[in-house]
């Protein structure tokens, strides 16, 4: 398994961008489709967005698509996440996520990921 570190949240007004990260330790992080999902309160976690192993293929909830991009770096072990023209609707804390099984498809369900970071909190005002 993988560890997971997310960084990169915070405060912004509403329109602004934020970009997270999420370290991973371990060296089968290149074979692993990773995600990203949130959490707003009082509602249940949610998908955000994954990519493959490779990076040649990714895919977006409906909600963020035309303004998150993910991406990956397998030589710094890292996903980003760029969110851009953020919504109050964002506000959650979002959490990094791998498959954790080498060259295995992306998915959009959170039963699919086994390995969890403990999640970075993202505020958007209005």
């Known amino acids: 398994q993988v560890q997971l570190v997310e960084s990169g949240g915070g405060l912004v007004q509403t329109g602004g961008s934020l970009r997270l990260s999420c370290a991973a330790s371990?060296?089968?992080?290149?074979?692993?489709?990773m995600g990203w999902f949130r959490q707003a309160p009082g509602k249940e976690r949610e998908f955000v967005a994954a990519?493959?192993?490779?990076?040649?293929?990714?895919v977006y909830a409906d909600s963020v698509k035309g303004r998150f991009t993910i991406s990956r770096d397998n030589t710094k072990n890292t996903v980003y996440l760029q969110m851009n023209s953020l919504k109050p609707e964002d506000t959650a804390i979002y959490y990094c996520?791998?498959?954790?099984?080498?060259?295995?498809?992306?998915?959009?369900?959170?039963?699919?990921?086994?390995?969890w970071g403990r999640g970075t909190r993202v505020t958007v005002s209005s």
């Open positions: 371990g060296r089968t992080f290149s074979t692993y489709a």
């Open positions: 990519i493959s192993w490779s990076g040649g293929s990714t």
């Open positions: 996520a791998a498959r954790n099984i080498a060259n295995a498809p992306i998915v959009d369900v959170a039963t699919g990921f086994r390995s």
